[in-house]
């Protein structure tokens, strides 16, 4: 694109600092904690995979229609890039599950649980709805937490579990973003603010998305735990 991204790289650290407890609590989520000791039931691992496949294939058709909204416009092949991302993950969630005893019929049957897919619901409603600059802040604000969580989940169920590399692919893949994702972001808000886009709802897009990102991941602990 080579748009100058001043505007973007100051909304986009003003985002961060904003979202910093959201972080904070991110980072010291009870879950990852359980996790990397080894608490969480191997049977409950299930649970994770089960919705992230849920997950998956609804964010797959929710960038396939972002694709599609802007396919004229300069976002195209941020989203393209996102798209081949999301197809990536598809194939790796399904060996993740294999690894952990669930075979494709038992994950076509899995009934996911409400509070893991506000995320993913909301996702589909800015795919339908909000501007390309809004979906690229809240992907830009929420991909390195979940970076995080998956490189130290992949770590754990290595360690504590004895998952094999191939089964982990999954977590290996979010672990770092692609090279010149940041920048790419920056560029798709950049050129919406200067378009007109009110910085509000790029904020809001980016704050919905985060807190989403929490709920999922305290719905997953509340489930996984025995009490």
Request: aromatic fraction near 10%.
């Amino acid at each position: 694109m080579g748009v100058i991204v001043e505007q973007a790289r100051a909304l986009a650290a003003e985002i961060a600092r904003d979202l910093q407890p959201v972080a904070d609590r991110l980072i010291r989520h009870p879950y990852l904690a359980a996790l990397e000791a080894g608490r969480i039931p191997k049977g409950a691992l299930r649970l994770f995979a089960g919705e992230q496949y849920a997950i998956i294939g609804s964010d797959l058709r929710s960038v396939a229609r972002l694709v599609s909204r802007f396919g004229a416009a300069p976002s195209r092949d941020f989203f393209l890039d996102v798209l081949q991302g999301e197809r990536s993950a598809s194939d790796a969630v399904t060996a993740f599950a294999h690894a952990v005893g669930m075979d494709e019929a038992t994950l076509r049957t899995y009934e996911p649980l409400p509070g893991t897919h506000a995320y993913t619901g909301y996702m589909a409603w800015l795919a339908c709805y909000a501007s390309d600059a809004e979906v690229a802040a809240a992907y830009l604000a929420n991909f390195p937490a979940w970076g995080q969580s998956c490189a130290r989940m992949s770590q754990a169920l290595k360690t504590e579990y004895g998952l094999r590399p191939a089964d982990l692919a999954f977590f290996d893949l979010f672990a770092a973003a692609p090279p010149g994702f940041e920048e790419h972001a920056l560029q798709v808000i950049e050129t919406g603010l200067r378009a007109g886009i009110d910085s509000r709802l790029v904020r809001r897009a980016a704050r919905l998305l985060q807190g989403y990102e929490l709920l999922f991941w305290d719905t997953l602990h509340e489930a996984s735990t025995v009490q």
